[in-house]
């Protein structure tokens, strides 16, 4: 039998494109523990050949670090000696140089003594700090290092009162894996011992950036509103980068892609064989879906399939997806002779059922690691062994493997959908989700119309390519959350308003707050159509009665204590969205030193009133209150169609903004409107 195994190498792009800034240290640290051990240990077993498939944003990342050209806060606090730093540099190693496992912590006694006195805020004393720099960095280098390198093992034996000289020894030992982890992946295929593959650059969610009604087809019933991305040359433009990024670091164009979280369509896998790619791969859940009932045997999955569409033909490859999930999620908890024990028995078992099945194990090919003793070091090298060591079981890269089928059977249809669940529920579908592709497609929709050719132009395309990725679309909403949830959110939306900076234009406010937004709390809902008078008072009880009502006390207020928005009202009648705005104080009175801004924004574009006492509107009326009218047509609205709405009060500088994270999602009613039900 063969073994086809595949590691997936992954970060989304951290970089401000804006000033080369990183947000968080993951490429690095992923770095000295995880890619170039990866290759390392690889290059120890010379019978042994398996994938690597490295992700162009992170091969760019890489580059920048062995460089030197990566700003990174993290990097930069390392450098420097404690000595020289003020208390805010100093507050930044206690704060952040305790990203390690606990496991790392409880195991190493003078980092379990510096992290008790974090707990206990006691002060750290500069020979502290310099032991804590160096005990991170330590924790994340890989483990063949620590067994292999001399002056590393003394570091590590060393334990405490560290110098500086030490720290500029593993420095050096850092900076020489950021320069060589690419040229060793490189050797190891110009030898043929691995193949490299490859995603789309930013590592986006292929067939939802084809069109993202395709999530219905995969879950019906998904909620997504109005939305609907429909970007496939984004998707071309992701693979043929893509391709060239790998080509120019690694001399050639890899033969396969493994689409992001792999996410396939008949679309999207058209495009890969579109752009020349011989094989790609999925999950064993979707092949399930994809072959008619009398087809659907135990080892269905062993084999490659054809897939064919006018006259052009791609190989995919489905996982295994117990024997990936094995290694992934439960060995770590195994003794690692157990594990590979059971690993090879599991093999074994195929073997004999199905003695020409080829298994693809693919899976992520740096966090797992962590939850292993010793990085996972003993682990893959007793597996690796092994696997060398068995007559029965032969190890192939993808490519090798399609070139020894005689034959490959024809799959006529595929299920659209992703190694998770089959689905693209983990990336669309709920609020928070929906409203960072919806930010998107605005950003996406100003980039296209902006005709911009330059330099600046250059920032605002790499930085919406960047923010097409699947990471910041998996951290919003359920089911996943991380203590860098606010930083992911924040890194999304700086993609994002670089689009905006790169075209000339000033970012909209809403992408200066987080998409984890507070939930509104709806007071009242909207009951009946609306025939306000637009006088800016309260005329009688009934001109308001049938519209929805919040309170915005509740929600604080920015930047300065003691809100002046008392509340909001909003209704609509077939013709127009009507709004009316209480403050804590006569609105023209306030309105007369600042400026209230309405900002709507549709799947058609983007309306912006500016409400203030010196600029009159027929469309508003100042007194008492603000009350507004703004009509359905112009804001290309039509009945069941949604929209956000953000309220901005104003003087020389932001005093509030509501709701104070996101925007406020409303519908226009359909002519039934008593009969529907409301949700904001």
């Not at 498939?53 to 390392?78: M, T, W």
């Not at 140089?97 to 006691?122: G, K, N, T």
């Not at 009688?540 to 002046?564: D, K, N, S």
């Amino acid at each position: 039998m063969r073994l086809l195994l595949l590691w997936h190498m992954h970060q989304p792009m951290y970089k401000d494109y804006r000033t080369g800034r990183y947000g968080l240290p993951w490429v690095y640290l992923h770095a000295l523990k995880d890619y170039y051990e990866m290759a390392w240990i690889a290059s120890q077993h010379e019978r042994i050949r398996m994938t690597f498939n490295l992700v162009p944003s992170l091969i760019e990342s890489l580059e920048d670090y062995a460089s030197g050209r990566a700003q990174d806060p993290f990097l930069d606090h390392f450098r420097k000696a404690p000595e020289v730093m003020d208390a805010g540099e100093r507050a930044f190693l206690v704060e952040h140089y305790f990203l390690v496992p606990v496991s790392a912590i409880e195991a190493h006694p003078r980092y379990r003594e510096l992290h008790a006195m974090r707990v206990e805020h006691r002060p750290f004393t500069p020979q502290d700090l310099r032991d804590l720099q160096v005990l991170f960095h330590l924790q994340w280098l890989g483990e063949s290092w620590k067994r292999t390198h001399s002056e590393i093992r003394a570091l590590v034996e060393k334990q405490r009162d560290y110098r500086e000289e030490d720290k500029r020894r593993l420095q050096e030992v850092m900076e020489h894996i950021f320069r060589g982890t690419l040229p060793l992946y490189r050797s190891l295929w110009e030898s043929g011992r691995i193949e490299i593959s490859t995603t789309p650059y930013y590592h986006p969610i292929l067939p939802l950036l084809c069109d993202t009604e395709i999530a219905r087809q995969a879950t019906p019933g998904i909620r997504l509103d109005d939305l609907h991305v429909h970007f496939p040359e984004d998707a071309r433009e992701q693979i043929a980068e893509a391709l060239e990024k790998c080509r120019a670091v690694f001399g050639r164009r890899p033969r396969g892609m493994w689409p992001a979280e792999g996410a396939v369509s008949e679309e999207a896998v058209a495009l890969l064989m579109d752009a020349g790619i011989a094989w790609t791969a999925s999950d064993s859940a979707i092949l399930a879906r994809s072959l008619p009932p009398e087809a659907r045997r135990e080892g269905a999955h062993w084999r490659p399939y054809r897939f064919a569409r006018q006259g052009r033909t791609i190989a995919l490859f489905f996982r295994d997806h117990e024997l990936s999930d094995l290694i992934g999620f439960v060995y770590p908890r195994w003794r690692e002779e157990e594990a590979v024990r059971d690993f090879l028995e599991r093999l074994r078992s195929i073997h004999a059922r199905a003695p020409e099945a080829m298994v693809a194990v693919i899976l992520d090919g740096e966090n797992p690691w962590e939850h292993y003793p010793a990085n996972g070091y003993d682990f893959l090298t007793r597996l690796y062994r092994r696997l060398e060591e068995e007559p029965w079981i032969e190890t192939l890269t993808f490519s090798q493997a399609l070139a020894a089928c005689a034959s490959v059977p024809e799959l006529r249809h595929l299920h659209p959908g992703s190694w998770i669940d089959a689905s693209f529920t983990t990336w669309i579908g709920d609020e928070e989700k929906n409203t960072a592709w919806r930010y998107l497609e605005r950003a996406r929709r100003r980039w296209a119309a902006s005709g911009r050719e330059n330099a600046a132009a250059d920032l605002a395309r790499r930085s919406l390519l960047a923010a097409e990725g699947s990471d910041w679309f998996w951290w919003f909403g359920e089911p996943h959350h991380s203590p860098q949830d606010p930083i992911f959110d924040e890194l999304f939306r700086m993609h994002l308003r670089n689009v905006y900076i790169g075209l000339g234009l000033e970012p909209p406010s809403y992408l200066e707050t987080p998409i984890r937004m507070e939930r509104s709390f709806l007071l009242r809902t909207p009951v009946a159509f609306l025939r306000p008078i637009l006088d800016g008072r309260d005329t009688h009880y009934f001109e308001w009665a049938p519209a929805g009502m919040i309170h915005l006390q509740a929600h604080g207020a920015m930047h300065r204590a003691g809100g002046r928005l008392a509340a909001l009202y909003f209704g609509f009648d077939p013709d127009h969205l009507y709004l009316r705005i209480d403050f804590r104080e006569p609105a023209r009175a306030l309105l007369q030193r600042a400026v209230l801004c309405v900002e709507i924004y549709t799947s058609q574009g983007e309306w912006r009133g500016e409400v203030s006492a010196d600029r009159p509107s027929p469309s508003w009326a100042i007194a008492d209150i603000v009350e507004m009218a703004v009509s359905l047509s112009e804001l290309k609205l039509g009945a069941g169609e949604s929209f956000d709405l953000v309220l901005l009060l104003r003087d020389d500088s932001l005093l509030e903004r509501y709701p104070p994270s996101g925007a406020l999602r409303l519908r226009v009613p359909g002519r039934e409107f008593e009969m529907e039900y409301w949700m904001v």
